[in-house]
């Protein structure tokens, strides 16, 4: 199938490669010339695990190519991806600008029926408000497909060639069955498509990924429970996930979420129930506990090292919002850190992926070091805010024995309290019992 993909962000650069790969002809739109000029020299602007190797090879294969030229992707295609930003406005409404300005530049192109697909998170009752624009613009027909993405940062090439579910909003029976064919290549082994209707498909969407943040918040403020009674979250984390109702997933206490997708979608979730006069106040609690819980997190570190005469200086481990990604947007590991140079504290810090666009967004204070363990000297203390793999069994003796104190804060929950104090450290961990 002759497929086009308006926007090489995060989303639209996923999907275009996944799509590619299962055997469709993609053309990716861009109006950033720079961008689309590195991805036909192999550069890859975002760091996902496969993503680089999914793209050359389809590229190489001829069933990948990058334009800037919308008419060109749009008169070689029937499908029309629409995957461009829609960021948090100031009142935490879905920024849908650039949805609406590539529709409007889509209908100045269509020459012939198509169908056109917004993959961005958009709020409910888009679908209505594109296909309006697009409508007022051309008479040439078209229909309108909501299928909001599912891909978790750090495993998005997975996800879409193996989805747990791919949501396809359209009352057409015959949309209904390009759709189907478009996705069947990842649905070898049972369908796990799911046909409702778009304003539905936008709401799944919100609804999912709150549902999810709501769990990560509840035992965030749970741990701050346990720690005023002793108890150790991760016990009580194995004890309710051994419930067949619960579940283990997204149960883990930490630092709380953050990146592209949870964030804005809860704010955008809260903003839409207001806008109904129907407020979500489950939403805007899951949202409260999870700043508290970083707040909470980075108040413990600078307490430790309050009233001291000697300026203190802590090495940082992490600075990603999560693992297996470069994306620090919204990471409550900044924030942290945001709130250690506040106090006084100076920082050394080090992620794998993320210290380019770490070094956009922190205090020029801090200072980006090129190994992990170059955080290590001249520090106080290692605090540990990304659960990075390569942080899980570190060389304990040699934390030890570099830093000035041998003291670890772990915001990520990564290891046995018991474990460490018998190395000689001090372990300072999120509702870890004793050793919380």
Known sequence: MKVSVVGVGYVGLVAAGC?????????????DTKKIDDLKKGIIPIYEPGLTEIIKKNEAGGRLAFTTNLQEGIDNSKVIFIGVGTPSAEDGSADLSAVFEVAEQIAGCMKEYKIIVTKSTVPVGTNEKVSRIISNATDVPFDYVSNPEFLKEGSAVDDFLKPDRVIIGTTNPEVREVMQHLYSPFMRKNSRILFMDPASAEMTKYAANTMLATRISFMNELSGLCEKYGADI????????????????????????????????????????????????IATAVQQANYRQQDRFAEKVIKYYQGRDEDVQVGVWGLAFKARTDDVRESPAIRCVEEFIRAGLKVKAFDPEAMGEAKKVLPQSVELVAQSYDVLEGSSGLIVLTD????????????????????IFDGRNLYDPAYIQKQGIEYHGIARGKYA
């Open 234 to 281: 991760e016990q009580v984390r194995k004890g309710i996930g051994s419930d067949s109702r619960i579940g283990n997933a997204f149960l883990f206490a930490g630092l709380g979420y953050g990146g592209s997708c949870f964030p804005k979608d809860v704010k955008a979730l809260i903003h839409m129930g207001l806008q109904q006069e129907h407020p979500m106040t």
């Open 19 to 31: 799509l590619a790969d299962g055997g469709n002809h993609v053309i990716c739109v861009d109006k």
């Open 388 to 407: 990075w793999q390569e942080f899980r069994t570190p060389d304990f003796d040699r934390i030890a024995a570099d830093m000035n104190e041998a003291v």
